[in-house]
T-cell receptor, first 114, second 117 residues
Framework: DQQVKQNSPSLSVQEGRISILNCDYTNSMFDYFLWYKKYPAEGPTFLISISSIKDKNEDGRFTVFLNKSAKHLSLHIVPSQPGDSAVYFCAASARNTGFQKLVFGTGTRLLVSP | NAGVMQNPRHLVRRRGQEARLRCSPMKGHSHVYWYRQLPEEGLKFMVYLQKENIIDESGMPKERFSAEFPKEGPSILRIQQVVRGDSAAYFC???????????????FGPGTRLTVL
């Protein structure tokens, strides 16, 4: 039962344009969401997070949007750079588990071409 | 300020042997998590530990797998009698103490890639 879904396995974008990565979830108890970036042979690197009390959080080139009614969140990267090429994972956690464990999506591989 | 450290980075075992994976959390972090990533899949939660205690092991296979986080030293994930299906990348993460939701941000180590021949 995949509670966090990233339906696009890959995305190709040109340098300077916007990258939009999407994530859907099914568990209504999730109320904290995170995005991680992962390069091959490395561990995931935390990028940005959002609590369910907000609908937007911004950090530099990265913005995460949360639509609770649709159980959907997205990560926007503007402008995209070749160094952003990596696999991006969406993750969720729930207050009723003390926010303890993260449930990950299967990832979206982003390729930013010069 | 060192990040989460894991060793070894690569581990090769034959079927039936034991695998021991080590994780040292970030300084000041007393919460440790282990996740497993199979090829082409996302990370799957295995176990959550605080110093000397297992808090949640709901993602851990019932047999052959165990984890500990002693008062002194790193956290250890132990896999006994490994089988080919145990081949995966095993990631450790840590987070700081506290109840604020933002403290749920977990910081990952580089992983141990286990290959079972």
């Amino acid at each position: 039962d995949q509670q966090v879904k990233q339906n696009s396995p890959s995305l190709s974008v040109q340098e300077g344009r916007i990258s939009i990565l999407n994530c859907d979830y099914t568990n209504s108890m999730f109320d904290y969401f995170l995005w991680y970036k992962k390069y091959p042979a490395e561990g995931p690197t935390f990028l940005i997070s959002i609590s369910s009390i907000k609908d937007k959080n911004e950090d530099g080139r990265f913005t995460v949007f949360l639509n609770k009614s649709a159980k959907h969140l997205s990560l926007h990267i503007v402008p995209s750079q070749p160094g952003d090429s990596a696999v991006y994972f969406c993750a969720a956690s729930a207050r009723n588990t003390g926010f303890q464990k993260l449930v990950f999506g299967t990832g979206t591989r982003l390729l930013v071409s010069p | 300020n060192a990040g989460v450290m894991q060793n070894p980075r690569h581990l090769v075992r034959r079927r039936g042997q034991e695998a021991r994976l080590r994780c040292s959390p970030m300084k000041g972090h007393s919460h440790v998590y282990w996740y497993r990533q199979l090829p082409e899949e996302g990370l799957k939660f295995m176990v959550y530990l605080q110093k000397e205690n297992i808090i949640d092991e709901s993602g851990m296979p019932k047999e052959r797998f165990s984890a500990e986080f002693p008062k002194e030293g790193p956290s250890i994930l132990r896999i006994q009698q490994v089988v080919r299906g145990d081949s995966a990348a095993y990631f450790c993460a840590s987070r700081r103490d506290g109840l604020r939701s933002s403290y749920n941000e977990q910081f990952f180590g580089p992983g141990t890639r286990l290959t079972v021949l």
